[in-house]
């Protein structure tokens, strides 16, 4: 019977935790939808984000931001036509840097690899695809 109660006791933490978990990351989320790039319309800052798309992002989502890189056929997903979804109405710039710098279900975080600045040049060049 101790055991039991004890089962249940660990059981409840663990959904909370995870529940919690879940919650913060949303949060996290509703707070990134907010910001706004601080290089935006940066000449500079466009050149180095398209050399970060270039060794970094083309290889799953193509030159053209379509989805149709090399590696792209061999994920369990396709990844996001960003040419489509990079208009602010779809995604802001805020939630472009957040998904950059904490990944989606098959793209990798990259929040240990970028920089803070980084990730925003890499937003102004996505932003620069839909045109």
């Known amino acids: 019977m101790m055991q039991r109660r004890i089962l249940v006791k660990v059981l409840a933490a663990t959904a909370f935790a995870a529940g919690a978990g879940f919650c913060f ?43 149709d890189g090399p590696a792209a056929a061999g994920l369990p997903e396709r990844p996001d036509d960003l040419s ?8 802001p710039d805020g939630v472009l840097a957040y998904r950059i710098a904490h990944g989606g279900e098959v793209m990798p975080a990259w929040e240990r690899v970028l920089s803070e600045k980084e990730i925003w040049d890499l937003v102004g060049f996505i932003r620069a695809l839909r045109k």
């Open 84 to 91: 489509r979804i990079a208009a602010p109405p779809v995604f």
């Open 25 to 67: 990351q949303q949060r996290a989320l509703l707070g990134a939808a907010f910001a706004s790039n601080p290089m935006a319309g940066d000449a500079s800052s466009l050149a180095r984000g398209a050399a970060i798309w270039s060794s970094r992002c083309e290889v799953c989502h193509g030159k053209e931001g379509r989805g």
